[in-house]
């Protein structure tokens, strides 16, 4: 096929009788592409491509990904030899809400997009708004359907959002949030477990179904001890909802008293409800029951970190880290790798191009190696597993530009 380039370099060549493009110094002529990454592993799960290649990226877009592109048809060029070459790592799950310096903190592991879980609500959201505006990452935003976003009552005994009732569950306040940030809120967010929610859980959902339904946006509920059983919480979600904390222990998790998962949890994932990991830091998760739900066949759709400021220095550390966690678990790397790009792409609308590097979708890319050592992973109950292998974060590109 004649691209415009060859037309162009054909025509000038006739008309001067001689390739006189081509003999024109390369700072003239202008390279072909911004950027090349040559000689990783490329792993981009929504296309399919798990091989070696190199990726060429122009005007902040991917422009071509194959073997052997040379490094002088692009300006700058990335050595990724020995590495994994994925789409920007997309963490659907954390709490940017404490300190600006998270944001680039975050970026620096490989995040490119992350979404707030619901740090705050109707009455505070203009605090993470400004976090978002100024994240070098993509943030977006979970409003909590608790106008305080995470009660920060310093009461250890009514720190929940609705220990006290209803009242902080106001449905037009959310609904009029929601509408004056379209542009950060993605999603609203209610926590339901007995220590947030005491026995109100169904009545809070359905007040956050309430509130959300008008602009279309899907809920993340926080799952596990709650007062409800979970098949009574899923009845209320709708399609695109999303359960996070899904390898929650009993009480009221996703499974049966003798450990198998329950037919309403498998229908639910059926009917489109989205179950994701959420590491955190207390009672969202053991390693047994992520072992025996991942041997069921109930594996997360996403991988996310709940990461606040104190998961920077203990159990969660970073996406990376967490991800690590599955393949200790025996999790293809592969699939590993969906959850944390063309999974979480597909759990918000507004995510759906990202996740990917299909030609011409934002260059937002990750490099990874794969390294191996002795390395000890706890749950959140300070169970320890040792790993063979760890992933870390060695390059990362943001609109085609690397950053770090
Ligand atoms: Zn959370």
Redesign the pocket.
Known sequence: MMTRRTLLRTSLRTAAGLPALLSLPRSLRGAEFDLVIRDGHVIDPAQNIDRPADVAIRAGRIALIRPHIPAESATESLDARGQLVVPGLIDI?L?ARDSTLLPPEILSTGVTSMVD??SRGADNLAQVVEIARNAPNRMRILINISRLGNNPNPDPARRGEFMDGLELADVAKARAAIEQNRQWVMGMKARLSRNIAANHDLEVLRLAVQAATPSGIPIMI?MGDTASPLPEILKILRPGDIV?HLYAPPPHGIQDDAGRILPEVRAARRRGIRFDF?N?RTEHWTWAVAQSALAQGFPPDTIST?LEVGGRSEQVFDLPTVMSKFLLLGMPLRQVVACVTANAARSFGEFRDLGSLRKGAAADVTLLELTKGTFNFVDNYKGMRTGMQKLVTRAVVVAGKRVV
Do not use: E
Request: charged share 10%.
């Open positions: 799950h709490h879980g619901g926080h996070t959420g955190g709940d």
